[in-house]
């Protein structure tokens, strides 16, 4: 599906700003409206993500963090499937506000789009679900996800479907590859926003 047609699906795909997105978050939370538009939108890609994270880790202990975590759905499932190591990170406020208490050993207020506050290879996973999409977060964040990846650390994320060439996933997906940077493990197309017939990628690669 072409960008145009996917931008169509869902309002908050036409806006540009920070300013602007942070905004359309203020409104959406209230009355807890994202986790409900989620359930009844069947949103399917935090339990896409946390399958296939679950499928490649063979330790529960790993410290991960949920980049772009918004009001915790990944984390949730993580916490269900016996992962207790968990790190949020969001520039949303109000969207942090709704995390279920002590879900997260730790929630950060940032900027991913920006040189992130942890050290090199602080963590033993990334997880980044839904955040990749319009006027959201920027390829190169894959590059300071990985920098603060240990070695042989895995990555999941999803990108809707269509902002992957138009912000050049792509050209990064490769790059990353061929620098030999990471390995991927899978990647393909898959189930996103069931009800707006919205698509993602999904991959999942180990850091080298
Ligand atoms: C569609 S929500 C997904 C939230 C959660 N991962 C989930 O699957 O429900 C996208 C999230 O990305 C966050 N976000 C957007 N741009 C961001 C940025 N530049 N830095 C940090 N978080 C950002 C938003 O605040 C929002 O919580």
Avoid at 29 to 40: A, F, L, R, V
Avoid at 119 to 140: L, M, Q, R, Y
Wanted: with cysteine; hydrophobic share 35%.
């Amino acid at each position: 599906m072409s960008s145009s047609d996917v931008k169509k699906k869902i309002s908050i795909y036409n806006l540009k700003t920070k300013k602007e997105i942070l905004n359309y978050y203020k409104d959406w939370t209230t009355n807890n409206q994202y986790n409900k538009d989620m359930i009844d939108w069947k949103y399917e890609a935090p339990s896409n993500s946390v399958k296939l994270l679950d499928h490649y880790s063979n330790d529960k202990s790993i410290k991960i963090l949920d980049a772009g975590c918004g009001t915790g759905l990944v984390g949730e499932l993580l916490y269900k499937k016996g992962y207790k190591n968990l790190h949020g990170a969001d520039f949303s406020g109000d969207m942090l506000n709704l995390v279920p208490k002590n879900l997260y050993s730790s929630l950060e207020l940032l900027d991913l789009n920006k040189k992130l506050k942890f050290e090199d290879e602080s963590f033993e996973a990334v997880i980044c679900v839904g955040t990749f999409t319009f006027g959201h977060v920027k390829a190169n964040a894959l590059s300071e996800f990985l920098r603060i990846l240990k070695k042989n650390g895995l990555i999941c994320f999803t990108i809707n479907e269509g902002i992957f060439k138009e912000y050049k996933f792509d050209i990064k997906i490769n790059d990353l590859t061929e620098k030999n940077d990471w390995k991927i493990i899978k990647f393909l197309k898959t189930s996103y926003i069931i009800k707006k017939e919205v698509e993602s990628w999904i991959c999942l690669a180990r850091k080298k």
